[in-house]
Structure formats: C-alpha cells, structure tokens
T-cell receptor, first 112, second 115 residues
C-alpha cells in the first residue's frame, strides 16, 4: 500500500520555466490538497479538491494551477516559475472533510 | 534533505521527561484540531486529533488539551524519547468559501530530546 506518492522528489527550474508536480493516492480518498512549506512558516494551503473534477483555492493560490481529472491524481502546475516559488511542496489526501490528512514525502523545488 | 523550520521555537527536554508543546489557534469557528509530527526529510505524520466538543483526548503517550476560551491547544508527550525529536505542528479545521472546510497549520515547534 503506497499511500500518497509525489513525483518528482527534487527539481531545479529556471525562472519562467513551467512544470507539473504529480500526486497520486491509492486510498480512494475524496479530498486532496497541495501545500507549500517554507522555513518558519509551517504549511500553507495552495489549492485543494473535494472530489474528481473539482478544485478550489487555498491561502496562496497565485502562480499555481491544479487539475483533478481522476480521483486518484491531483496535479499542481507552475506555468511560469518564479524564485518566490522555491519551496517544499506536499500533497495530502483525506477520506472525509474533517479528518486527518495523509501526506506524501514532498517535492523540493528550487527556482533559479 | 530540505530545511524545515530554520527559525522555529525550540523545546529542549531530557530523555524520560514529559514534554508540553503549545499552540494558539486563530479562528473561534474552528471545530477540529490535529497535531502532526514531521521528521527531517519526511512529510507530516498524524499524531492525535480532537473535536471542539471535547477538552481532552489521550492516545499512546500523548494527550491533547483544548481550551476554547483562550483558543489554545497543547500536546503533552509522556516519557519523551529520542525518537520524538521532530517538528510538531498544530492544525485547525476552519470554514472556507463554498461551505467547505480547510486545514490551517501553525508555524511549528521543534522538539529536541537530549540523552
């Protein structure tokens, strides 16, 4: 049972490049989330999804887009990367709206 | 691995002592709270949760206390072990637009356990 899997684990981008982070969960969870983690700031919610085909903005959505075409996958896109997007990105899923989140192991992204 | 919490408050304890980690939450409408543990290079792991209709909940070696009057949450770890060394986050489930709820995390506290 893999749980929540994120790919890639590490990535370096140049300013202006685009990329997509993939999150896959095999627990049949309805809810999925993308967080970013910066030193001293905890985890901040970027976007989330309450089911296949639905997405919503979190605290810091600017510069990111997401898609949930399949229930098990939640993609996070950066159309034009900026140095301010250098961070560690975590995906999470949960079976219910008020319940514990299951996190992936993170993606470390550096934008030069 | 990635750097987590370079400027976090740190709680240093001796192995075997009890640890208390505190958290202030922001939204009086929040109705569910979770504590997570994050070890270096890993994603957060669930420790214990509590709903707003409770004041206290106990798990294995951990207890969460909720004081809604002052919007304060605490995590108590009994007989702290070296393996407890990590960054601990509290999170509150808060109403969001569209009738959905979202989990908002605190900045975290680093727990350092010394032998």
């Amino acid at each position: 049972n893999a749980g929540v899997t994120q790919t890639p684990k590490f990535r370096v981008l140049k300013t202006g490049q685009s990329m997509t982070l993939l999150c896959a969960q095999d627990m049949n969870h309805e809810y999925m989330y993308w967080y970013r983690q910066d030193p001293g700031m905890g985890l901040r919610l970027i976007h989330y999804s309450v089911g296949e085909g639905t997405t919503a903005k979190g605290e810091v959505p600017d510069g990111y887009n997401v898609s949930r075409l399949k229930k098990q996958n939640f993609l996070l896109g950066l159309e034009s990367a900026a140095p301010s997007q250098t961070s560690v990105y975590f995906c999470a899923s949960s079976p219910v709206v008020r319940g514990k989140l299951f996190f992936g192991s993170g993606t470390q992204l550096s934008v030069l | 691995g990635e750097s987590v919490g370079l400027h976090l408050p740190t709680l240093s304890v001796q192995e075997g002592d009890n640890s208390i980690i505190n958290c202030a939450y922001s939204n009086s409408a929040s109705d569910y709270f979770i504590w997570y543990k994050q070890e270096s290079g890993k994603g957060p792991q669930f420790i214990i949760d509590i709903r707003s209709n409770m004041d206290k909940r106990q798990g294995q070696r951990v207890t969460v206390l909720l004081n809604k009057t002052v919007k304060h949450l605490s995590l108590q770890i009994a007989a702290t072990q070296p393996g407890d060394s990590a960054v601990y986050f509290c999170a509150e489930n808060t109403p969001a637009e569209g009738g959905y709820n979202k989990l908002i995390f605190g900045a975290g506290t680093r727990l350092a356990v010394h032998p």
